[in-house]
């Protein structure tokens, strides 16, 4: 199967060479991997150059954008900059972070998820950071969902569920777009992917509501973000998050904020939360 990588990037000198090494060296080769530089003020272009000189299918793009970094919408718009300068002639593509080690076999087994059930719509393995001289699992999220730092998804369902949305919460519809088109959602625990920046460590402070803001548009309603976000809260060891993303939460509703989702879509979604939810309680 034949797969391509965009990765978004700002300020990624320090990162930027361990992940296209990384990448050159899987035992499935990508056939395209598009880095967009974006808005950097650092040598993170003439390090994807130097790659691009030796790697014919490493390419680069550069964009200009508010250098002020939201988690959601400035990295999803670089994504699209970049994915719209490929071609079709891809059976996966693949959103990668510019932080990151991948083990030399991940797409390789990756790709063989993907032919082991057609109805495999997206595949990922897990987020380790460096702890004390250790990579431990990042543990931010449940083990069925994938970070959105390394989202493989298939062509079909890429298309279906409309790509990527420029929001915080892109990396949550995607996956429960996904199950409500019935595409299956794998992780692979045995894919240790090494984080080499903590999630969210360059965003503004101004992001604090977002959460909240994105579990609005999810369609989640309050009680549901009342659990995610007193979850969420707990798994960053921040309680006071939890008043942030509550706050998000109704600063979105009252400004009527554009959903992420359909009415239909967002019904299901707030069953299928219910649905795992009592899950775990019972």
């Known amino acids: 199967m034949r797969y391509y990588i965009v990765i978004p990037s700002h300020n990624e000198e320090a990162f930027i060479a361990l992940t296209l090494q990384s990448l050159v060296e899987q035992t499935v080769l990508p056939s395209n991997i598009v880095v967009v530089n974006d808005n950097s003020t650092d040598n993170t272009a003439a390090i994807v150059l130097e790659f691009a000189s030796k790697f014919p299918f490493i390419t680069l793009v550069n964009k200009t954008s508010d250098a002020i970094h939201l988690p959601g919408s400035k990295v999803i718009q670089a994504f699209q900059a970049g994915f719209e300068t490929l071609d079709e002639n891809y059976d996966l593509i693949v959103k990668a972070d510019a932080d990151l080690i991948f083990p030399n076999n991940y797409f390789e087994n990756i790709i063989t998820h993907f032919q082991s059930d057609a109805k495999i719509g997206m595949a990922g393995g897990f987020a380790y950071i460096e702890k004390n001289g250790e990579f431990i699992l990042e543990n931010l999220t449940d083990k069925d969902h994938i970070r959105g730092a390394f989202k493989a998804y298939r062509k079909a369902t890429f298309k279906q ?42 965003y503004n402070k101004t992001a604090r509501f977002k959460q909240g803001e994105a579990f609005y548009t999810l369609g989640y309603g309050f009680w549901i973000t009342a659990i995610a976000s007193a979850k969420l809260a707990l798994m960053k060891k921040k309680p006071l998050l939890f008043l942030d993303y509550i706050q998000g939460f109704w600063m979105a509703k009252k400004n009527n904020k554009t959903m992420l989702v359909t009415t239909e879509q967002a019904n299901f979604i707030r069953n299928y939360r219910l649905k795992k939810i009592k899950e775990k309680l019972f």
């Open 161 to 202: 569920i409309g790509g990527l949305r420029p929001a915080m919460g892109w990396d949550t519809v995607d996956e429960l777009l996904c199950k409500f088109y019935n595409w299956k959602v794998v992780t692979d625990i045995t894919l240790k992917v090494k984080h080499l920046k903590p999630t969210g460590a360059n």
